[in-house]
């Protein structure tokens, strides 16, 4: 039987805690904007939202990829 054990999160810099959420915040709010915008049946925005997601996304994993590992 496994037991739940404390995480030390002591090592995690303030700038990749500040860019993981951002990061996430920016990625899901544009990806429920696209979901959001296709149910209104405005086609051409959703998919500029998908867009933009998926650029952030890009971007988020290069910066992350560039600055912490």
């Excluded at 739940?4 to 810099?13: A, E, G, Q, Y």
């Excluded at 959420?21 to 296709?38: E, H, P, T």
């Amino acid at each position: 039987m496994r037991t739940l054990s404390l995480v030390n999160v002591s090592d995690v810099s303030a700038g990749l805690f500040v860019l993981g959420a951002v990061g996430i915040l920016l990625i899901f709010s544009l990806l429920s904007l696209g979901i959001l915008r296709m149910f209104e049946t405005r086609y051409r925005a959703g998919w500029f939202y998908f867009g933009s997601t998926a650029v952030s996304a890009v971007v988020f994993f290069v910066l992350l990829n560039m600055w912490y590992l």
